[in-house]
């Protein structure tokens, strides 16, 4: 799963606060993060997909 900006924003990268531009690489870390504790406890990994709530099963 790949995180995606809104169509008709500008890139979160050429933002001036330091916060901003590195707001994608915390949240594909907090993703991984994620399914790794979903993984070690057997449940499944609630994500959103085209507007609908989605349960992934995690091997």
Same mark, same amino acid.
């Given at each position: 799963m790949s995180l995606s900006e809104p169509t008709g924003t500008p890139p979160l990268h050429t *933002? /001036?606060?330091a916060d901003f531009r590195n707001v994608t *690489? *915390?949240?594909e870390r907090a993703y991984e993060r994620? &399914?790794?504790v979903a &993984?070690?406890?057997n449940t499944c990994l609630v994500v959103q997909q085209?507007? &609908?709530?989605? /349960?992934l099963k995690v091997n």
């Open positions: *933002a /001036k606060s *690489a *915390a949240l994620a &399914r790794e &993984r070690q406890t085209n507007g &609908r709530l989605v /349960k």
